[in-house]
T-cell receptor, first 115, second 113 residues
Framework: DTAVSQTPKYLVTQMGNDKSIKCEQNLGHDTMYWYKQDSKKFLKIMFSYNNKELIINETVPNRFSPKSPDKAHLNLHINSLELGDSAVYFC??????????????FGPGTRLTVL | AQTVTQSQPEMSVQEAETVTLSCTYDTSESDYYLFWYKQPPSRQMILVIRQEAYKQQNATENRFSVNFQKAAKSFSLKISDSQLGDAAMYFCACMEYGNKLVFGAGTILRVKS
């Protein structure tokens, strides 16, 4: 029944570790996104994929690597975690309409805490 | 680059009253979409309402309506008959071609019983 799901919901890890967050959508959407919400609640786009192709890649450190095995999944892998990576990470999805815009539906978020 | 400004960090409203949250934006495009999202303490991002810039009529969804002033680049959200469940952080967002969504800093809405 869940439209956009993320696992895990909480992730606590040590500095220097590598971790992954998984995202799946069952809406039949073509485009998926990753957003980061910092401690001040500011939301910023990181990446977007359309049918497994990278479309948006904001200035994000190379330690962050999105991977899309198919259009229903977009995973986020983070290498060498740093304290500043602590945030809530949201996955979202939308249809890719001809007009280039459509409503994005968000997952429940993953709270990442780096110690 | 597009920017979205929410000048009210926090607002309060009495239950059953009406409250308006402000948002201004800047974009170089003539065709764009505007959104209000709600984020309750559960942190889930919930779509409240959407407005296409080419539509002159203001969008409404039950108790939620917008006042879209295209020339002034203003997009305020009016919540009528406020309920306790409306308490949340509200984000205004602008989307240009390419589906890039840019958010404002958010407004915390408190509802008093």
């Amino acid at each position: 029944d869940t439209a956009v799901s993320q696992t895990p919901k909480y992730l606590v890890t040590q500095m220097g570790n590598d971790k992954s967050i998984k995202c799946e959508q069952n809406l039949g959407h073509d485009t998926m996104y990753w957003y980061k919400q910092d401690s001040k609640k500011f939301l910023k786009i990181m990446f977007s994929y359309n049918n497994k192709e990278l479309i948006i890649n904001e200035t994000v450190p190379n330690r962050f690597s999105p991977k899309s095995p198919d259009k229903a999944h977009l995973n986020l892998h983070i290498n060498s975690l740093e304290l500043g990576d602590s945030a809530v990470y949201f996955c979202a999805s939308s249809l890719q309409l001809a007009g280039g815009r459509d409503t994005q539906y968000f997952g429940p978020g993953t709270r990442l805490t780096v110690l | 680059a597009q920017t979205v400004t929410q000048s009210q960090p926090e607002m309060s409203v009495q239950e059953a009253e009406t409250v308006t949250l402000s948002c201004t934006y800047d974009t170089s495009e003539s065709d764009y979409y505007l959104f209000w999202y709600k984020q309750p303490p559960s942190r889930q991002m919930i779509l409240v309402i959407r407005q296409e810039a080419y539509k002159q009529q203001n969008a409404t969804e039950n108790r939620f309506s917008v006042n879209f002033q295209k020339a002034a680049k203003s997009f305020s959200l009016k919540i009528s008959d406020s309920q306790l469940g409306d308490a949340a952080m509200y984000f205004c967002a602008c989307m240009e071609y390419g589906n890039k969504l840019v958010f404002g800093a958010g407004t915390i809405l408190r509802v008093k019983s």
